[in-house]
């Protein structure tokens, strides 16, 4: 039983595909570490430990069951299995899965959620909105 192992699907029930490749930095927060402090990374993030801080992901945000983040998320694509107590900006889509846990507000364009998470907040898909509010602290 693997811990992200349902696929995600789009209206015609096409498969989507990951954000992971090889080119993609990948990092992980360990079930035994805590971060203290902001977190930025263009590349992929799997938290399984605690976060206390804003985080901004550019591609993908992973958030294992029992994981806990603290503070605002603003990424491309969240899939939340742990617990959130900030809002979540996300420019492509959320995806909260039966353990989920959320206090704060989502704002994104697409949004899953499995039966048995939890929202408490505002549940908000703008995609104008989401994009500008939503937009990438580096300027290329």
Do not use: C, W, Y
């Amino acid at each position: 039983m693997g811990l992200f192992s349902n696929a995600a699907r789009d209206e015609e029930g096409n498969e989507l595909r990951r954000r992971r490749t090889d080119q993609i930095p990948f990092s992980i927060i360990a079930s035994d570490m805590t971060v203290i402090g902001d977190l930025e990374t263009e590349g992929v993030v799997r938290v399984e430990g605690r976060v206390r801080g804003t985080v901004r992901v550019g591609a993908q945000i992973l958030v294992a069951q029992g994981a806990v983040i603290e503070g605002d998320l603003h990424t491309q694509e969240a899939v939340i299995a742990g617990q959130v107590s900030g809002a979540i900006h996300a420019r492509e889509r959320v995806e909260l899965q039966s353990t989920a846990m959320v206090s704060g507000d989502i704002l994104t364009p697409r949004i899953s959620i499995i039966e048995g998470a939890k929202v408490t907040g505002e549940v908000k898909m703008d995609p104008a909105g989401s994009a500008e509010t939503v937009g990438s602290s580096h300027n290329s």
